[in-house]
């Protein structure tokens, strides 16, 4: 394969995906979904390659973006055409959801374990990181890693990563899905070039949306840069202190951002204080939405009741009550729990009493020993194989995950949207109290079943 220096290698990239990189001002404002979102969380992944050759840094003067991401195209939030051609030219295959599913399961009973705090985990941002940092792996390492997602060859992967995103990308005037990849490069070690593979960074631009930038990583300056990246991607919701390591050549970062509006949004005058109880007998004062539907589904299952509410642009929050004397980590204890306990259940149909704590808080998770017991060896060797990056000897030394997520009452009730009741719903065949009082798991999840968020509500009022 012809190796280029990055300066070359992006000049081949197709014109429509990408656009000369400018400097942007951003003008300081209230975070929108302060004002009027419904539901709000982001997610963001700082995945460092370490390089095993000790060096200080470079004066490389083209530091700064080098590659800058068109993202797809808005629509209007009622413009149902477009929604429904961008699904059909854009096919995403079954076994492909299956896997990310599967793949959430697996590293969401791992990751939320019991530690008495509120956690809040995004399975897809650290699928696409992961992702991304696979498709330059070769060997073992991309055979482990490939398993590790669940899915069978490097051209599903980037193909199917790529219609995924374009069919998940939200940007209306009700809400929004934005998903961000990110490549940080160090162009220069000791005086040396660091070459990037070309393919690399192509398919990272058409496939992964990712933005690349030529970087010092023995600057605190960089540091500073990726978590304005990080601020600017994610509405200001996340603004994290980064650290960067002199002895690493390249990041990747993902975000995900997401808010939406319920479909029936909740009665400010219904909401009232009331007392939650914490898992250690301890208890806590919260403001309560309260709403009830009359015939809505919800499933029973060995341990707990959920039920959803659905959001605006099809996606839905789906809440997990733990039965009495169960804990949400006992419904959390393998992936197959796990699984259960978001698609399993008898299915019935009845009133549902809805009494749900507004909360906001954010978490952060360092991934590496967790993802190592869940059998990733090889990417985090010093023999690991990313020679489809740089020929460079480079492995995984950093997995990080931070997100933050808020749910209240208020929404918009925006004109362009109608909602149609139809009759031949089922016959009442039971009642679920949601009554979340006490701790539980919540997901939040796409229109095509992706988890795009997980938790445990452990104290609605810690932030």
Sequence with gaps: MKEKKIFDAVTDV????????????????????VIWVAIAACAAIVMGIG?????????????????????????????SDTKRAI???????????????????????????????????SPLSLFYALGLATSGAKGDTQAELLDFLGVPDIETLTLQSRNLYRTLYRDNEIGKLKIANSIWMENELNGKPIVFKEDFVKQAVENFYASSHSVDFAKEETGKAMAKWIQNQTNGTLSPTIEVDPEQILTIINTVYFYDQWVDRFDKQKTAQSIFYLANGDKEKADFMNQTFSSAGFSRGEGFTRAGLQLKNASQMIFILPDAGVSPYDLLSSSEQMKEIFEGGERLNGEVVWKIPKFNFGSEFSLKDTLGSLGIVSAFRPDAD??????HTAFISNVRQETHIAIDEIGVEASAFTRIEYAGAALPNGRADMILNSPFIYGITAQNGTLLFVGVCENPAEN
């Design 14 to 33: 197709r014109d429509e995906l990408i656009e000369e990189a400018k400097i942007t001002m951003y003008k300081k404002k209230k975070p929108m979904w």
């Design 87 to 121: 699904r059909e030219q854009n096919p995403v295959d079954e076994n492909f959801i299956n896997s990310i599913k599967e793949f959430s399961y697996k590293t969401g009973s791992a990751i939320l374990s019991d530690n008495g705090k509120n956690k809040n985990y």
């Design 386 to 391: 990313f020679t489809g990056i740089t020929d």
């Design 51 to 79: 390089l095993l050759i000790p060096g200080t840094g470079n004066n490389n003067p083209n530091s700064g973006m080098l590659l800058e991401v068109m993202y797809p195209k808005a629509y209007a939030f009622e413009d």
